[in-house]
């Protein structure tokens, strides 16, 4: 599904990551992990296509990155959801708005799109916040909306960076139950985080990033 080549990546003479060789496969969830800095939302940006490697390759369903073409990359990326670090919303769009654009991009029906958008936005709590627009909302509301449009497309890789960073124990718990059943539907999910507690008493793989490169997996 996903493979990486001795990819690095380089901003100036800062590495932000290194020789990294890494394969996920279909269906798999996988957590990326390391310290502040060490290149966990740089991988992720690779992976999703939003900036090239400086060195080595990238094969996203045997497509390699490097040589897809700008508009076939548009296509690939509708089929991925990215819930990002700082959400990323659309301050003038509604809450319903910033999710139902994920679907209205693929061409889906309205009725499609109204029922979908509502379904997402019922899964992370926040059905009766529709229609207020995202800075009436609290930064882990704000998350909680990030996270609904990234998932609401059903898309075949799920990338998520600290998506629980803002959230209390409660909402966090609900949040990664709904990572496993969109991952038990067959969606591949790569969460990276900090967090210990969203870590622990799972048997899901571990990729540990420390200063840029891959220190081990477990
Ligand atoms: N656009 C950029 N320009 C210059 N340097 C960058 C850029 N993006 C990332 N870096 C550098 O690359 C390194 C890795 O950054 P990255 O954001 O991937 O870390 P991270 O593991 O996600 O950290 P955090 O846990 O704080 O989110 C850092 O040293 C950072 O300064
Ligand atoms: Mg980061």
New binding site residues.
Partial sequence: MIQLFRVSKS?GT?K?LQDINLRIRKGEFVFVT?P???????LLRLIFGTEPPTEGQILIRGINLNRIRRTSLDLLRRRMGFVF?DFKLLSRKTVFQNVAIALEVTGERPAIVRKKTHQALKAVGLSKKEELFPLQLSGGEQQRVAIARAVVNDPLILIADEPTGNLDPDITRDIMILFRSINLRGTTVII?T?SQELMKDTEQRIIL?KEGRMLRER
């Fill in positions: 901003f800062s932000a390391g502040s800095g060490a290149g966990k939302t740089t670090q990276a900090h990033l």
